[in-house]
Structure formats: structure tokens, C-alpha cells
């Protein structure tokens, strides 16, 4: 599978219980998979992003935004607004003390707007 010029292995593994990175309940049924592309930066990246390793994923849910949401939250990432949780997550580093990772669908052109998951 190819999107927008990036190679996203996938995975297949139906025949294992697989758990759901929100809640850590079993999914049942097809897991709600999402990928985490490479980390954007508004300016220049801070020395903090080219250290911090970013697990691309992909991540498993239930079928709800919900458990995506927690997910986030349990991690301290931040959700664009004008966003929605898609198969494929850009991250944005947002500079503050400490850094924070955004998570945007990349699919708006105006500014984002970075709320808690
Ligand atoms: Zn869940
Ligand atoms: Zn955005």
C-alpha cells in the first residue's frame, strides 16, 4: 500500500487477539489501526525533537476516537482541533518546557490548533 508516495507496510496478524493501544481491552473484529509519519517542525526543530524517537506505529483501537483520545492524553500529546483522527497522524512538535508532540491529520491548510486530547 502506498500513500502519497510513503511505503506503509501492512500488517496481518487477524489470528491473534489484539489489544487496544486506548484501553488495553481485546478488539474484536478489525482494529482501528494508525500510523504516525515523520515529525513535522513549525521552524526549526528543537534539539529535543531529532533526539526524541517517535514510534511510527502502527497503534491499534477500538473503533472510536475515544480510546485514540486516551491514548494521546495517556501520552501528553496534544489534537489538532481542525483535525480528525485519521489512518495517518502527523506529528508537530510544539516547543514549550518540555516539548510537546501534536498530532494532526495534515489535511488543513490554515493554522493549527492544538488542544488536549
Ligand atoms: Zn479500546
Ligand atoms: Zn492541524
Redesign the pocket.
Known amino acids: 500500500m502506498e500513500i502519497m508516495g510513503l511505503r506503509i507496510p501492512t500488517i496481518i496478524s487477524d489470528n491473534v487477539a489484539v489489544r487496544c493501544d486506548g484501553c488495553l481491552g481485546i478488539i474484536e473484529g478489525t482494529p482501528w489501526r494508525i500510523s504516525i509519519l515523520d515529525t513535522v517542525a513549525i521552524e526549526k526543530p528543537p534539539s529535543w525533537a531529532e533526539s526524541a524517537a517517535i514510534n511510527p506505529g502502527p497503534f491499534q483501537f477500538h473503533a472510536d476516537p475515544a480510546h485514540v483520545r486516551a491514548w494521546m492524553a495517556g501520552r501528553g500529546h496534544l489534537l489538532?482541533r481542525?483535525?480528525q483522527i485519521r489512518e495517518l497522524m502527523r506529528p508537530v512538535v510544539i516547543p514549550g518546557e518540555p516539548p510537546r508532540l501534536g498530532l494532526?491529520d495534515?489535511l488543513?491548510r490554515d493554522d493549527?490548533?492544538f488542544v488536549p486530547a
Do not use: I, V
Open positions: 489538532c481542525r483535525s494532526c495534515g488543513h493549527h490548533e
